[in-house]
């Protein structure tokens, strides 16, 4: 595949998605896994949450191993890693196997994530750089709302939940195979030193990229995830229409997050994108909770945040390939904002469930409007302005 041409980018996306499939998988026969295995809430709550806990703590090494021996043979390893995690959790007869299995699927969740974004920084530049980082914004939703759906219909038949890492270990032969076609790095590029991640650590500009995605993974994961059970008990509705509600909304994270590209390239600053996305997220995210909303009124509300935190988010991404100290550092750059995302990925759900109390609504909205804030200020959108300003006097 030509590097930078969208069906390179559309198959890096593909490897996203599948990557974010290895976490939620589970979660649907989750149930089923804990009665097979007799685990308690505790430990079915690690199942599905061990291959997060890899990237959240080892993000920034995987990202310096992409910049060392390149990002295809990353994306390759990540597609084995996963696809040997699947075999494993697919045969396990104990708990010890079961979380080795997950664990080996962290590894390979880390590679491909890292190493999918990281070729899409390297491949593209300009306003289809801007258009892609968009694009992949999205792939964490689409990738949870597909695999609920179509491993949903295992759940409750006895030992098919196995076959949730079945067909995912044949799904990842498949993207291991194609990962041949992607562009290799190019053979004259220096060869990297662990002393790399220090110059990333060294530097300003990636943390306030990370700060700023943390803080949108945070909220959004938070309020996503307690969302069936604050509407199915708020409002006294089913959990599979409260469930139906979430799907609805991280349909409009995806517009959200695809939307960003094409309003960069038709002269929208970040600057002005960043605000309006962070009121449409506040506008959306108070009324989900404010104590006189009825339910239609929630399910529009959410729909809002839902908008407002795909464009923010979709934004955020844009900014990583300038944050890097260096183009040869740009993947232990993103490894950095990913191990920050998903330390807000394991933080948010307990933070918004330890809310669920009466008067709980307030420190809710209170969340909304800090994270809010912590998604925007962080961004060097002067930056970006200045750099906007003197494009356009040497253009003229």
Sequence with gaps: MKPGKWPCIILLYIYGVVATSLVTQSVPVVGDVAKHFGLGSTASGWVISVPSLITAIAAIFGGW????????????GGSLFALAGNIVVFLAQDTTILFL?????????????VGAVTMIMRTTSGPRRAIALGVWASHTAVGVGLTLTIIAPLAGHGNAWRWAFGGHAVLMAILAALAFLLPAKTSDAPVRRMSDIWTVLKSLPPYRVALASGASAFIQTGIMN????????????????????????????????????????????AKRLALIGGV????????????????????????????????????????????APSPETMGATSGLVSQATYLGVLLGPPAIFSTFHDGGWTIRIGLVLVFVVLQIAPLPLRAVLAKAKEAKKVAN
């Excluded at 299995?101 to 994530?113: H, P």
């Excluded at 509300?301 to 923010?312: D, K, P, Q, W, Y």
């Design 101 to 113: 299995g997950r664990l080996v699927e962290g590894v390979g969740y880390l590679s491909l994530t």
């Design 226 to 269: 307690a969302l069936t059970v604050y509407l199915s008990s708020a409002y006294h509705v089913s959990v599979k229409q409260a469930a139906g509600v979430g799907t609805i909304a991280e349909v409009f994270v995806v517009v959200g997050s695809l939307s960003v590209g094409y309003l960069l390239r038709a002269g929208l600053t």
């Design 280 to 323: 449409v997220m506040l506008i959306g995210g108070v009324g989900l909770y404010l104590p006189s909303a009825g339910f239609v009124t929630a399910c529009v509300a959410v729909c809002v945040f839902s908008l407002g935190i795909g464009t923010v988010n979709g934004l955020i991404w844009t900014f990583v390939p300038g944050a």
């Design 65 to 76: 191993v992409t910049d060392r021996i390149g990002d295809k043979r990353v994306i390759f």
